[in-house]
């Protein structure tokens, strides 16, 4: 596959939608991103330790696969956008940067919010549980929706995106940085996630001895091939259990795991617990 060296943000939903302590969901962990404008009210939104009060003309930005929490009491209006990053790209912003979740909106942010909106009707949800839209068949739906986009909507759309973003990325950090010949393998291994994935595939790649390639890529990503390898194999496991109904097993050999013991022992050192309870915990209604 050749590399592509920009970014890529896909629309999957826009909307608005008003909401009276209805908005109370635990868990929450999902293959896209999420941008809120929060228009009227307040709520509570709970990122790992953290708990943030979501205020009106402000924004807030939830990367993909961040497991979060919302809390609302009382009336609550906000503009919601959802944003897919496809997953084979060397320029992976979503999940190369440390991003702030808050953000003071400027007036030109609800206007691009209300332009987003109006070029994409169609677009809102129909239910607001995260159960009902954080699955395969939902997401498949949306992209295919993209892939029916004219071409100018779609220009807009992702000029849109990318300036909203802007608001995040100028106080982004990098999780790493990376050389070429890194990249390239960061490339490789994304792309081979369904396979085992070897050391000697990885130097070959990169035209490097072995430990000179484990000691740079140890020294880039502050991990080691096989850590990294590791992680990605388990993100992916997060994504074909949110989004789909396969059986631990199969989602274990389906990345390559010939050990479902192992795969189950590797998923709950990355994640805090096993396939199961992960798959049990995910959007189950908020009761704090």
């Known amino acids: 596959m050749k590399e592509k060296e920009t970014a890529e943000l896909i629309l999957l939903n826009v909307g608005y ?9 635990k868990h929450v962990n999902s293959p896209f991103a999420r941008i809120y404008l929060v228009a ?78 109006e070029i994409n009707p169609g677009r809102d949800l129909k239910q607001y549980d995260p159960s009902d839209y954080d699955n395969s068949s939902t997401l498949m739906k949306n992209l295919t929706l993209h892939s029916r986009t004219p071409a100018y909507v779609t220009f807009e759309t992702r000029g849109i995106l990318f300036q909203l973003f802007a608001r995040f990325f100028r106080h982004a950090s990098p999780k790493y940085r990376t050389t070429d010949r890194i990249r390239k393998t960061l490339l490789y291994i994304r792309e081979h996630l369904d396979h085992p994935i070897h050391i000697d595939e990885l130097t ?18 502050h991990a080691t091939p096989v850590q990294y390898i590791n992680q990605k194999k388990i993100e992916k496991a997060q994504r074909m259990i949110l989004t789909g109904n396969q059986s631990m097993k199969d989602i274990a050999y389906c990345l390559s795991f010939d050990n479902v013991s192992y795969f189950n022992r590797l998923f709950k050192r990355y994640t805090g617990m096993t396939p199961v309870n992960y798959r049990k915990t995910a959007c189950a209604p908020f009761t704090g």
């Open 17 to 25: 939608a008003v909401h009276q302590a209805d908005w109370n969901y």
């Open 40 to 117: 009227e009210g307040k709520a509570k939104l709970h990122v790992k330790e953290h708990v943030h009060e979501l205020t009106p003309s402000h924004l807030y930005l939830i990367p993909p696969f961040t497991l979060h929490s919302y809390a609302c009491d009382d009336h609550y209006a906000l503009y919601y956008i959802h944003i897919y990053e496809p997953p084979f790209s060397t320029r992976r912003v979503l999940e190369d940067y440390h991003f702030p979740v808050e953000q003071e909106a400027t007036p030109l942010d609800a206007l691009l919010v209300g332009r987003l909106l």
């Open 204 to 221: 070959d790649i990169c035209c490097l001895s072995k430990d000179h390639f484990i000691r740079l890529f140890r020294k880039e990503m």
